[in-house]
């Protein structure tokens, strides 16, 4: 993962080859979605309100909307609600999500080739299995149960 200061840079080269400007606003939605690790626009908002002006929540998702274009951040549902915003990265993962605390727990997607395989063997249908979301309760929470 780069550095902030490495992210910064190829933010800014990746706007310029696009013929748009490096503005506070871009630069700290990239950094709060990565201090947040997994966040809505929502959470994204509140982390950076107050820290420059003209930051409201349509500049958020406006700005990740751009961020999600130029291939820097990309969204998955891990609920009913608003998307979860996380840093683009080579290595896709699945979100195991727990119905009861809320946890979100990053895993390799190899962890589904075999449910992959079953389900192309049996539909015909292949599963891009790279940003899936699978919901369950965490052992934690079961732990607690016991």
């Known amino acids: 993962m780069p550095t902030e200061a490495e992210a910064e840079t190829e933010l800014a080269a990746v706007l310029r080859a696009k013929g748009l400007r490096m503005t506070a606003q871009r630069q700290l939605v990239l950094e709060a979605v990565r201090a947040l690790g997994h966040a809505t626009p929502e959470q994204i908002h509140e982390r950076i309100r107050g820290q420059v002006e003209g930051v409201n929540i349509t500049t958020v998702y406006r700005t990740l909307d751009l961020l999600e274009e ?77």
């Open 70 to 146: 130029l291939q820097l951040v990309s969204h998955t549902h891990l609920s009913h609600g608003a998307p979860t915003y996380h840093l683009s990265g080579d290595r896709g993962h699945a979100h195991l999500v727990c119905h009861r605390c809320g946890r979100i727990t990053e895993v390799d997607p190899a962890l589904f080739a075999n449910a992959r395989e079953e389900v192309a063997d049996a539909s015909g249908f292949v599963m891009d299995i790279g940003h899936v979301a699978v919901f369950g309760t965490c052992a934690e929470c079961l732990e607690k149960e016991r």
